[in-house]
């Protein structure tokens, strides 16, 4: 069931991406504005792709004030977060050096809905890690650009490169460059199968990438302690995103996994996106009954979830501190997803499809770099000369010998 919300190595999906990548590659502006208006719908040159300073500023001058003012609050708690959890420069043990990387690349998604928290749960991490250049990439889905909210945050962190592209063309533009976009070192953000597909494709041979965060699901472990209208809420909140978004409940009481269902039917015909949440609840989302909770922790590790809430009551933090595996973890009743989504700190762009086994909320240390710092004196290599000879000499690579005996005789 998860494997299908993926654009796999093997399949006619991933093929299209790569085909996309190689023709970005090749053909670079050209073939971005080819997709531009075959996916997007818009046709536009590439002088078109960059949103102009006024636009920006624009957007920023006319968003509503309210508005405005959560905005800026979000920035702070995430800049606050970050900033707390960020490498310690001034107290690193001896050979070690992190650098910041110099430049990045946004993706914004922006197809189904704009994001301007993807913007904040990106950017405000980067620049707290001391990137120098953070360029933003979303789809011109609201009348031939970028949502003006989505403009409004870039200008209001300072950002101003962004272009209205978006999609695999805009994973491919970002890896390799094109005559209008520069290259970048690192690409994050979440996104649908064919963004993170593309990303898949380019990690490691042209960029990095943070993780593949998309398409998003929530794991929700819940005992008849919770409300089951807000665990229904909380399932909706997913799958409204699109129609591979996937919820999924465990729970240890069936009478109760019936009040969840019916407090689902009740509320998803109240969506404005309804649509899209009926298509992810019946293809990739449910509720399934277990003996105990045991199992519940076990399933859940080993699905490790984009997001996993846990809403039993008292027992919720044993429980929480019981699982291994999971993007993020929202413990009781009045920490639902949006909490993380929007202000909490802890970035939102998290691993998905199991990947949470091995990687990581995205953090403002992704934006650093390593490097090993090694100075030896005459002294000290005269000490271990010896042993670095044999072992060069057992591996028959006889020149490292010789780099250090030549320093013996002199």
Known sequence: MRAARFAGYGSDENQQVIDILRNVADHGDK????????????????????????????????????????????????????????????????????????????????????????????????QVAGVKEIVVVSPPRHNGSIHPVILAVCCELGIDEVYRIGGAQAVAALAT????????????????????????????????????????????????????????ADMLSQAEHAADSSAIVLTDSEPFAKLILAELQKQVAELPRAKAAKESLKKLSAILVLDDMDGAIEMADDFASEHLEIQCGQDSREIAEKVHNAGAIFIG??????????????????????????????????????????????????????????????????????????????
């Open 31 to 126: 073939a971005v504005a080819e997709y531009t208006e075959k996916f997007d719908g818009v046709k536009l040159t590439p002088r078109q792709f960059r949103v102009g300073r006024d636009e920006l500023e624009k957007a920023n001058r006319e968003i509503n004030q309210d508005i405005l003012a959560s905005l800026r609050q979000a920035i702070e708690n995430v800049r606050s977060y970050q900033k707390d959890i960020l490498i310690d420069q001034e107290n690193l043990p001896r050979g070690i050096r992190y650098t910041p990387i110099k430049r990045v690349g946004i993706c914004v998604p922006g197809a189904s809905a704009p994001l301007p928290s993807t913007v904040i749960m990106t950017a405000v991490p980067a």
């Open 177 to 232: 460059g094109t005559g209008t976009i520069g290259k970048v070192d690192k690409i994050v953000g979440p996104g649908n199968k064919w963004v993170q597909a593309a990303k898949k494709n380019v990690a490691g041979d042209y960029v990095g990438i943070d993780s593949i965060a998309g398409p998003s699901e929530v794991l929700i472990i819940a005992n008849e302690q919770a409300n089951p209208a807000w665990i229904a």
């Open 333 to 410: 009743p009045y920490t639902p997803v949006a909490i993380g989504d929007y202000w909490a700190g802890p970035s939102h762009t998290l691993p998905t499809g199991m990947r949470a086994k091995f990687a990581s909320a995205l953090t403002s240390n992704d934006f650093l770099k390593s490097i090993s710092i090694i100075e030896y004196d005459q002294e000290m290599l005269t000490a271990s000369a010896d042993d670095i000879v044999r072992l060069a000499e057992i591996e028959g690579l006889d020149a490292h010998a010789k780099s250090i005996r030549i320093r013996q005789r002199d």
